[in-house]
């Protein structure tokens, strides 16, 4: 014997990203901004798919970007600046060694004028490398044990 009962079937759209850009934040201070989403059904979690943020930033799974932006600053050029006028703070020189591709180009440009600055972030970069980066092994030489006939 058969049985037959009645079904019904809800069709949802695909859940979408709305958000086009993200406000703009301003450096040095707490930033919050929350994505938006169509379509779909909740809950939703987000993350990312690719990609990165900026340093100091996440994306919480309810759709929040949060963090602080690195400082953006116009800053002196002038060489070799040993009473460092107009020199980026030490936040600005990490905020260029840790996230690169989203570097201050006034930071770096000024670092390339600055020789105080430029030691500092050499110093900086170097940790940052050895961080990341671990130690290459070395190994041991075979020099003198071969013997010669």
């Known amino acids: 014997m058969e049985r037959?009962?009645?079904?019904?079937?809800l069709v949802v759209s695909p859940p979408s990203v709305t958000t086009?850009?993200?406000p703009g934040g301003t450096g040095?201070?707490?930033y919050n901004a929350a994505l938006q989403e169509?379509?779909?059904?909740?809950?939703?979690?987000?993350?990312?798919?690719?990609?990165?943020?900026p340093t100091g930033f996440t994306l919480g799974t309810d759709g929040t970007i949060a963090g602080t932006p690195c400082l953006k600053q116009h800053l002196s050029n002038d060489f070799p600046n040993p009473t460092r006028i107009g020199c980026?703070?030490?936040?600005?020189?990490?905020?260029?060694?840790?996230d690169p591709i989203h570097a201050d180009e006034s930071v770096s440009k000024h670092v390339g004028h600055c020789s105080p600055c430029y030691?500092?972030?050499?110093?900086?970069?170097?940790e940052e490398l050895a961080r990341?980066?671990?130690?290459?092994?070395?190994?041991?030489?075979?020099?003198?044990?071969?013997?010669k006939i």
Do not use: D, M, Q
């Open 4 to 9: 037959s009962a009645p079904a019904s079937l």
């Open 119 to 126: 030691r500092a972030y050499s110093r900086l970069l170097r």
């Open 20 to 22: 086009a850009s993200p």
């Open 38 to 53: 169509s379509g779909g059904g909740p809950p939703f979690s987000w993350s990312l798919s690719s990609g990165s943020l």
């Open 132 to 147: 990341i980066r671990p130690p290459v092994p070395r190994h041991k030489s075979n020099r003198g044990t071969h013997k």
């Open 28 to 30: 040095g201070s707490a």
């Open 88 to 98: 980026p703070p030490l936040e600005a020189l990490e905020c260029n060694t840790k």
